[in-house]
């Protein structure tokens, strides 16, 4: 979400409860791979009955690695002459170390890292056979097929298979009280270890970064559009700035639209403006309460329909406009409902607050 809210009308909002996909805490090290060489690897796809599946792995799996040391590990990838995983596979390691599929192992610099995206660039050694990964131009449709790789459980090398369930996920994230945005939803299994990991398309094109598992069937990756927006930042500067409106928000319910004569529940309200927010916000906050069955709601406020041309229906339609449409420093035209008529503002971009700066 754009700004977590302890206000008491929003306790009671449905949150999706998900666990890091992480890295493999306490556990042996990781079993050494066996080593391939070329030869191997073609004779593998040249083999009788040889599966789809079998194909994919055999062109993407030398581009696959385990990242992390003897306490702990997750997954990455080969992707522009570095390796992408997760920032918190590699927030807890001192020396990052990184194992290539034939069984080299590289130390490793993190070169960038983002607790927001949860994303981070490593600079290391890469072999020659562990080309880069391309990504995918357009997160495919939900039913397509896809394979997950990496380490789960700190098996190196492992492959599980599913489709994409569901698109635009807006994952929240406990280690900065920010969702990240358009993550991708796949019942392919992703489990401890897995994090970083690529999850590929039939076409051997990455379609996410598996970040997270919430269940048996359920689990999310950071979408490739994200991805392409943040990581060539990270390996040029070692950051990335992220687009900020700077308000406390809650979206507009039935009940919400009722009790400030809204024609209908869609959009978000803006509640307050955080202290940390852009200068010269055009946005009003709520000016009033009033109580429905027992439990405060907010009145008066601003209502947000549109943003940089882009429908605003829900609180996940802003965090995705913001994070893959906006920069810090865009001033843009918002349209909101304010004082029960529709009109257009013009309101700033800032620069979301670093997490140590937020405390």
Same mark, same amino acid.
């Given at each position: 979400?754009?700004?977590?809210?302890?206000? &008491? %009308?929003?306790?009671?909002?449905?949150?999706?409860?998900? *666990? !890091?996909?992480?890295?493999?805490? @306490?556990?042996?090290?990781?079993?050494?791979?066996?080593?391939?060489?070329?030869? $191997?690897?073609?004779?593998?796809?040249?083999?009788?009955?040889?599966?789809?599946?079998?194909?994919?792995?055999?062109?993407?799996?030398?581009?696959?690695? %385990?990242?992390?040391?003897?306490?702990?590990?997750? +997954?990455?990838?080969?992707?522009?002459?570095?390796?992408?995983?997760?920032?918190?596979?590699?927030?807890?390691?001192?020396?990052?170390?990184?194992?290539?599929?034939? @069984?080299?192992?590289?130390?490793?610099?993190?070169?960038?890292?983002?607790?927001?995206?949860?994303?981070?660039?490593?600079?290391?050694?890469?072999?020659?056979?562990?080309?880069?990964?391309?990504?995918?131009? &357009?997160?495919?449709?939900?039913?397509?097929?896809? /394979?997950?790789?990496?380490?789960?459980? @700190? #098996?190196?090398?492992?492959?599980?298979?599913?489709?994409?369930?569901?698109?635009?996920? +807006?994952?929240?994230?406990?280690?900065?009280? %920010?969702?990240?945005?358009?993550?991708? &939803?796949?019942?392919? *299994?992703? =489990?401890?270890?897995? +994090?970083?990991?690529?999850?590929?398309?039939?076409?051997?094109?990455?379609?996410?970064?598996?970040?997270?598992?919430? @269940?048996?069937?359920?689990? %999310?990756?950071?979408?490739?559009?994200?991805?392409?927006?943040? /990581?060539?930042? #990270?390996?040029?500067?070692?950051?990335?700035?992220?687009?900020?409106?700077?308000?406390?928000?809650?979206?507009?319910?039935?009940?919400?639209?009722?009790?400030?004569?809204?024609?209908?529940?869609?959009?978000?309200?803006?509640?307050? !403006?955080?202290? =940390?927010?852009?200068? *010269? &916000?055009?946005?009003?906050?709520?000016?009033?309460?009033?109580?429905?069955?027992?439990?405060?709601?907010?009145?008066?406020? $601003?209502? #947000?329909?549109?943003?940089?041309?882009?429908?605003?229906?829900?609180?996940? =339609?802003?965090?995705?406009?913001?994070?893959?449409? #906006?920069?810090?420093?865009?001033?843009?035209?918002?349209?909101?409902?304010? =004082?029960?008529?529709?009109?257009?503002?013009?309101?700033?971009?800032?620069?979301?607050?670093?997490?140590?700066?937020?405390?």
């Amino acid at each position: 979400m754009e700004q977590p809210t302890r206000r &008491q %009308f929003l306790a009671g909002s449905a949150a999706l409860a998900a *666990g !890091l996909a992480g890295c493999t805490a @306490g556990r042996r090290p990781p079993a050494t791979p066996i080593e391939r060489t070329q030869a $191997d690897a073609q004779e593998a796809a040249d083999a009788p009955g040889e599966t789809t599946y079998a194909s994919v792995y055999e062109a993407t799996i030398d581009s696959v690695v %385990f990242v992390g040391d003897e306490r702990a590990g997750g +997954s990455g990838f080969v992707h522009n002459g570095h390796v992408v995983t997760n920032e918190h596979v590699v927030d807890e390691i001192a020396d990052v170390n990184v194992r290539f599929e034939r @069984g080299e192992w590289r130390e490793a610099a993190v070169r960038g890292a983002d607790p927001y995206s949860d994303l981070a660039v490593l600079a290391t050694d890469v072999p020659t056979y562990a080309t880069s990964l391309p990504f995918v131009e &357009q997160v495919p449709p939900v039913g397509t097929e896809v /394979l997950a790789l990496g380490s789960p459980f @700190g #098996l190196a090398s492992s492959l599980s298979q599913g489709v994409i369930s569901g698109r635009n996920r +807006s994952l929240p994230n406990p280690e900065t009280g %920010f969702s990240i945005p358009n993550t991708v &939803q796949t019942d392919a *299994g992703l =489990d401890p270890g897995n +994090s970083g990991g690529p999850l590929v398309t039939m076409d051997g094109e990455v379609t996410g970064i598996a970040v997270a598992g919430a @269940g048996t069937a359920v689990g %999310f990756a950071v979408s490739p559009l994200l991805a392409r927006r943040v /990581l060539p930042e #990270l390996a040029e500067t070692g950051s990335y700035d992220h687009p900020y409106l700077g308000i406390l928000l809650v979206e507009v319910t039935p009940t919400i639209a009722e009790a400030n004569d809204l024609a209908e529940p869609t959009g978000i309200m803006v509640v307050e !403006l955080a202290a =940390d927010g852009p200068t *010269g &916000q055009t946005l009003e906050p709520a000016d009033g309460e009033t109580v429905v069955d027992g439990r405060p709601v907010p009145t008066g406020g $601003d209502v #947000l329909v549109e943003l940089a041309g882009e429908p605003i229906e829900s609180e996940n =339609d802003l965090a995705t406009t913001l994070a893959l449409s #906006l920069t810090p420093g865009d001033r843009v035209v918002a349209v909101v409902i304010r =004082d029960g008529e529709e009109r257009e503002i013009d309101v700033p971009i800032g620069t979301r607050p670093s997490r140590e700066e937020r405390g």
